[in-house]
């Protein structure tokens, strides 16, 4: 599930990203919420789910 579109960050010091608009930022954070709630514990162990937020700068 990807809520965001566009330029990720490059490496750890998010160089190179395209900040959010707060209505996307806050989309991602409640879809990264809810992932974390509702379906993460439901995953089989044999799945590696990541669940990643927006980076420090967005």
Known sequence: ???VYGVRCSNKDCIG???MSKGI???ALRAAMAI???IKDKV???VK???LGPCKPC
């Open 1 to 3: 599930l990807d809520t």
């Open 36 to 38: 974390r709630t509702y």
């Open 44 to 46: 089989p162990s044999t």
């Open 17 to 19: 990203c395209n900040p």
């Open 25 to 27: 930022l806050k989309e």
């Open 49 to 51: 789910l990541t669940v």
